[in-house]
């Protein structure tokens, strides 16, 4: 899909505590509308002012309560195809564009048909789960009427287009550099140094470690386990190897069983290593290299600690 560049921004919520839901996003593929007691034809017909007295009638509301209602029925029969709607449901941010009729059903409510169907994923292809949004957008769900705009429109936009702002865009670049200068740096480490390095990056990952830290094992420098999901692992940590040694280890860890991953560390890869390391993407043990480790060392709070070591 191209780019989104919507006039409007609005959040629907659909029906009383999310009842409307399932119906609009997996089965129909509609917007719907509740206000049963408020005149369709008055609302299709633009008599606004008609409908105010309707609203006043049939709610009782003050002046400031019947506005508040009137323009979140307003906005449903008026606004154009161009209007993006979204709505939360199932963990997930939902996203359409709606045809601009309005349809009456038996019951009262009110539909729109979603041009296309609704979507939960960016135009990358990523899903658009809620603990990745920030909560200035989530905030919208605390909304207590039934359609607002969406404050946090340019936000909303570069998530669902795939784009990130540029201030995003500088945090990253400045991490890349950092990660860069990292890198080196954790090539001067000793074997010793090293291996406390990755020990530490697993146990800021949740991972406990069941192996003695510096136990000379002939393949298993750590023997690690995840409280959590109960899964077990080994790592072989190398200051230095080539692509020989690294097939030497593969053929002996094919044959340990009771272990669910496996992972091997290099800081300063021969070529050949680096080479296939980068053909073979899918290898069953993980290989990671300097600047990955650099990554991981510095998302798990241990920069200081390098520049300590290495200092």
């Not at 609203?55 to 506005?67: R, W």
């Not at 010793?192 to 298993?220: H, M, P, Y």
Request: charged share 30%; glycine share 8%.
């Amino acid at each position: 899909m191209e780019k989104i560049l919507p006039t409007k921004a609005l959040f629907i919520k659909l029906g009383a505590k999310g009842s409307y839901e399932k119906e609009c996003i997996e089965e129909r593929n509609i917007v719907k509308l509740d206000y049963k007691e408020i005149d369709h034809n008055l609302c299709l017909a633009g008599r606004w002012q008609a409908v105010r007295k309707d609203i006043v009638k049939k709610y009782k509301t003050s002046n400031g309560v019947t506005t508040y209602h009137l323009n979140q029925i307003k906005y449903f029969y008026e606004v154009g195809q161009d209007v993006l709607w979204i709505t939360f449901y199932s963990h997930k941010l939902w996203w359409c564009f709606a045809d601009k009729k309005v349809i009456y059903e038996k019951d009262g409510t009110k539909f729109r048909k979603i041009l296309g169907k609704w979507r939960s994923k960016d135009l990358r292809g990523q899903e658009l789960r809620l603990g990745n949004l920030s909560g200035r957008l989530l905030r919208t769900q605390g909304f207590r009427g039934t359609i607002c705009q969406v404050k946090e429109k340019n936000y909303l936009l570069n998530k669902i287009n795939g784009e990130e702002s540029v201030e995003a865009k500088e945090v990253k670049e400045a991490f890349n550099i950092l990660c860069n200068s990292i890198a080196p740096i954790i090539k001067r480490l000793n074997w010793k140094d090293f291996e406390r390095l990755i020990d530490l990056i697993f146990r800021n990952a949740g991972w406990q470690r069941i192996s003695e830290l510096g136990q000379v094992q002939r393949t298993i420098d750590l023997e690690l386990v995840n409280p959590i999901t109960g899964e077990r692992a080994v790592a072989q940590v190398k200051s230095e190897s080539n692509l020989k040694e690294f097939n030497n280890y593969k053929k002996e860890f094919g044959g340990i069983t009771g272990y669910d991953k496996f992972f091997y560390f290099v800081h300063t890869p021969a070529e050949d290593l680096k080479k296939y390391k980068k053909e073979n993407g899918s290898e069953k043990i993980k290989i990671y290299l300097a600047d990955e480790i650099a990554r991981l060392a510095i998302s798990a709070g241990l920069f200081d600690w390098i520049l300590r070591i290495v200092g």
